[in-house]
Structure formats: structure tokens, C-alpha cells
């Protein structure tokens, strides 16, 4: 069984060494840095982004009107879990890392579980697709509004 699981702590209330996390946090370098928060404070603000549109653009009947209720609360559950397990890593000591200013994010490493990325690289992993597919459902409800 792991030490997680017998409750054998270490006095300071640490995993005892051997565990995953305790690896990985010692594997972490002074010089990198976490997630700044206003990476996923984008992604998250796409996502609403793309719903606003699709909700103004298409909401036109009432079963196109179901279908968008329907997409609405899977993306409600999707958020929710996501902030449900992110709350669960915010300020563990396990992954203590120092934080930053944004700009100086972009130019920092960020740890990722198979070694490091810029902060830069990260900004735009975690949100390109959600801001593409917000500005694809502008175009589409754009044109859908004009021609349709």
C-alpha cells in the first residue's frame, strides 16, 4: 500500500518520499513557474464567448432551442469538474512553485509532466482552440444572421 493510503505522513504533513507527486515536486527547478491564472480565466472566457454567439445566432426555435440548452448544460458540467479538480491543486504544497507577472510567464518555464514548455507555448496550447472556435462561431452566426 502506498504511504497515502496507511496515513504515514511525514511530521511537516508530506508524502513520504518514493510517492510520484514528491518526485516530481523535487524534480522542480527554481526557475519554473505554474500556470499564471489568466490562461484558463482566456480559455474559460472563449468557451462563454462561443456559447453567447451560438445562443444569439441560432436561437431562433424550438428545437434548435433545446438542442443549445442541452449543449449549454454539458458545457455547465464540463466547467464544474474542471474547477471541481483544479481546486484541488491550488496551494498544495506538493507543487510549490514561485509566482509571476504575465509577461513574466511568457518568458519562464512552465513544468509539464514530460519536462518543460515556455510560458508563451503553454498560453497557446491551453488556449487557441477555445479562441478558434469562438471567432468560427462569430463568422458562422455572422453569416448566418446576414444570409440565412
Known amino acids: 500500500m502506498s504511504d497515502r493510503a496507511t496515513g504515514l505522513l511525514h511530521e511537516e504533513g508530506q508524502v513520504s518520499p518514493g510517492d510520484p507527486e514528491t518526485d516530481s515536486a523535487r524534480r522542480m527547478q527554481e526557475s519554473e513557474t ?28 424550438g428545437e434548435t432551442d433545446y438542442l443549445l440548452v442541452i449543449v449549454t448544460l454539458f458545457f455547465a458540467f464540463f466547467l464544474v469538474l474542471f474547477l471541481f479538480t483544479a481546486s484541488y491543486t491550488v496551494g498544495d504544497p506538493r507543487w510549490d512553485v514561485r509566482e509571476t507577472n504575465f509577461r513574466e510567464f511568457l518568458v519562464s518555464d512552465v513544468g509539464i509532466g514530460s519536462g518543460k514548455m515556455r510560458g508563451r507555448d503553454v498560453l497557446i496550447e491551453i488556449a487557441l482552440i477555445p479562441i478558434a472556435l469562438a471567432f468560427a462561431a462569430t463568422l458562422i452566426g455572422l453569416a448566418w444572421v446576414i444570409f440565412g
Open 34 to 61: 505554474g500556470i499564471h491564472p489568466i490562461v484558463p480565466k482566456i480559455a474559460i472566457g472563449a468557451s462563454v464567448w462561443f456559447l453567447l454567439v451560438t445562443w444569439l445566432s441560432f436561437a431562433w426555435g
